[in-house]
Nanobody, 118 residues
Framework: VQLQASGGGLVQSGGSLRLSCAASGSMFSRNTMGWYRQAPGNQREMVAAIASGGSTNYADSVKGRFTISRDNAKNTVYLQMNSLKPEDTAVYYC?????????????WGQGTLVTVSS
């Protein structure tokens, strides 16, 4: 499975961006798609995740501002980011966890940089 992320860029504080991540390869119906981010000097942290059944989970810092969604037909996950703040500046990584019969497998995208200017 390969993941291709896109949509990062430079935006002013209060602006919006939409990230996309498409998976290619063998996917199983039971999986979780999500986004993590890593700012300079910080550990990678979970931003948002969505399960194959549609349930979502968000970091407290992005609740009410970010929305995660998925298109199962396209094996694609999206992250709509609104009301962006300078502290949202980071490299964003998409993450897929696929539950195969022999166990879970984790896959990561290449990262896309989001820069929010004040």
């Amino acid at each position: 499975v390969q993941l291709q992320a896109s949509g990062g860029g430079l935006v002013q504080s209060g602006g919006s961006l939409r990230l996309s991540c498409a998976a290619s390869g063998s996917m199983f119906s039971r999986n979780t798609m999500g986004w993590y981010r890593q700012a300079p000097g910080n550990q990678r942290e979970m931003v948002a995740a969505i399960a194959s059944g549609g349930s979502t989970n968000y970091a407290d810092s992005v609740k009410g501002r970010f929305t995660i969604s998925r298109d199962n037909a396209k094996n694609t996950v999206y992250l709509q980011m609104n009301s962006l703040k300078p502290e949202d500046t980071a490299v964003y990584y998409c993450h897929f966890r696929i539950f195969r019969p022999d166990g879970p497998y984790d896959y990561w995208g290449q990262g896309t940089l989001v820069t929010v200017s004040s």
